[in-house]
């Protein structure tokens, strides 16, 4: 599967953004779905994940009650709102995909992901 993610840019604390990543092929309700982030200078670090179905998320603590990851299998997009922004949330943002299709803890860690797409900037300006 090919991974295409969009919708980053430069925005105000407070703001909100909508990621979106599009993925090719005929079997993206197979993946398991998951958000990652890596700014300048450290490691990439889990954001959320969202099984198959689209029923069940995963969020790191950081982003809880502000961040909101959903999928659209019919299309074959999976989508990351985030609002209230905060200037810690400045990174590249990267949507991964997971062939297992298995959703439980282990998805929250890059290693799970076989798919990235390329990653999207998000900058959060003070």
């Known amino acids: 599967v090919q991974l295409q993610a969009s919708g980053g840019g430069l925005v105000q604390a407070g703001g909100s953004l909508r990621l979106s990543c599009a993925a090719s092929?005929?079997?993206?309700?197979?993946?398991?779905m998951g958000w990652f982030r890596q700014a300048p200078g450290k490691e990439r670090e889990f954001v959320a994940a969202?099984?198959?179905?689209?029923?069940?998320?995963g969020y790191a603590d950081s982003v809880k009650g502000r961040f909101t990851i959903s999928r659209d299998n019919a299309q074959n997009t999976v989508y990351l709102q985030m609002n209230s922004l905060k200037p810690e949330d400045t990174a590249v943002y990267y949507c991964?995909?997971?062939?297992?299709?298995?959703?439980?803890?282990?998805?929250?860690?890059?290693?799970?992901?076989?798919?990235w797409g390329q990653g999207t900037q998000v900058t959060v300006s003070s």
């Open positions: 969202v099984s198959r179905s689209g029923g069940s998320t």
């Open positions: 991964a995909a997971d062939r297992s299709g298995e959703y439980y803890s282990g998805s929250y860690y890059p290693s799970r992901y076989e798919y």
């Open positions: 092929g005929r079997t993206f309700s197979y993946y398991v």
